[in-house]
């Protein structure tokens, strides 16, 4: 079955620094989804990542995926406090079945 | 334009009690999504239904089930409740059935079984 890995499971950042989320997926997949929630909240959709080598950015988030090394980055750049939430990166198992199956989230804080 | 909506926002039961939860899709959505959010498991797949049918369903036991109506709206109902299954359920709606489209999610319910 496929496996989503996540890391860190924890970050804990400076405002104005730069880093990297990393998700790793066991089998193939052309879809890979980045949602952020907030405490007590619910999913907020970020990026939909549908080929090999897309690219996407919205404000100091950045999305890539590479579908050969089964790899999404999660770039955040400059952070600034309000990003402070948890972010998952999920996977399509198959057009047929449309589960998501989800990482075990990044818990990010973001401090002066 | 509304997003997702479900009700109760929160929900208290007891063990071997019977929950309702409900779930409106983003109007014009088909597809609708649920996913059981369970502190240390994670965020799970349920049960995926389009136009009125289970489509797929997670590895959850039959005492999770739902429907799906006419107007896309769907329940979810769990039978014979225990406490490991406290826990934030996630509706989401989607405009087609086919993984090309992102899956939009509610504000969540959360059931806590006493």
């Known amino acids: 079955e496929l496996k989503v890995e996540q890391n860190p499971l924890f970050l804990s950042m400076q405002e104005g620094k730069n880093y990297t989320i990393y998700c790793n997926y066991s089998t193939t997949s052309d879809r890979l989804y980045w949602y952020r929630q907030d405490p007590g909240k619910s999913l907020e959709s970020l990026f939909v990542?549908?080929?090999?080598?897309a690219v996407k950015q919205e404000g100091r988030l950045m999305a890539s995926l590479d579908t050969k090394a089964r790899l999404s980055t999660l770039h955040i750049t400059a952070a600034v406090h309000d990003l402070s939430a948890t972010y998952f990166c999920a996977v399509l198992v198959s057009y047929n079945t449309d589960k998501l199956i989800f990482g075990t989230g990044t818990r990010l804080q973001v401090f002066p | 334009e509304a997003g997702v909506t479900q009700s109760p926002t929160h929900l208290i039961k007891t063990r071997g009690q019977q929950a309702t939860l409900r779930c409106s899709p983003i109007s014009g959505h088909t597809s609708v999504y649920w996913y059981q959010q369970a502190l240390g498991l994670g965020l799970q797949f349920l049960l995926w239904y389009d136009e009125g049918e289970e489509r797929n369903r997670g590895n959850f036991p039959p005492r999770f089930s739902g429907r799906q109506f006419p107007n896309y709206s769907s329940e979810l109902n769990v039978n014979a409740l225990e406490l490991e299954d406290s826990a934030l359920y996630l509706c989401?709606?989607?405009?087609?059935?086919?993984?090309?489209?992102?899956?939009?999610f509610g504000p969540g319910t959360r059931l806590l079984v006493l």
């Open positions: 989401a709606s989607s405009g087609a059935g086919t993984g090309s489209e992102t899956q939009y």
């Open positions: 990542l549908l080929s090999n080598g």
